[in-house]
C-alpha cells in the first residue's frame, strides 16, 4: 500500500504509474519465480546454499546488474 500511494500522490501519469508499479513487482516476484523453478526441476536447499557460499561476489554483481537495468527501464519509462 505504501507503494501505491507514492506512485499516486507523486502526480506521474497513469501509464507510467503503471509501468513503475510493474517494475516494482518484478524485482520481487522474478527471483521467487526463479528459484521455484530451479526447485521445480530438482534444485535442493543444500546445493542452494552450497552455490550462493561459493558465489557470493559472482551472486552480488548479477544482482546488482539486474536492479541496475530496472532502475534504467523506471527511468525511461
Known amino acids: 500500500m505504501p507503494t501505491l500511494a507514492l506512485v499516486a500522490?507523486?502526480?506521474?501519469?497513469?501509464?507510467?504509474g503503471w509501468s513503475l508499479l510493474l517494475i516494482y513487482n518484478a524485482m520481487f516476484v522474478t527471483p521467487l519465480i526463479v528459484v521455484f523453478i530451479l526447485t521445480w526441476c530438482g534444485l535442493r536447499t543444500h546445493a542452494l546454499?552450497?552455490?550462493?557460499?561459493?558465489?557470493v561476489v559472482l551472486?552480488?554483481?548479477?544482482?546488482?546488474?539486474?536492479f541496475a537495468a530496472?532502475?534504467?527501464l523506471a527511468a525511461v519509462l
Open 9 to 16: 500522490k507523486s502526480g506521474v501519469g497513469e501509464r507510467r
Open 49 to 55: 546454499v552450497d552455490w550462493s557460499k561459493k558465489n
Open 59 to 66: 551472486s552480488k554483481l548479477l544482482l546488482g546488474l539486474v
Open 70 to 72: 530496472m532502475a534504467v
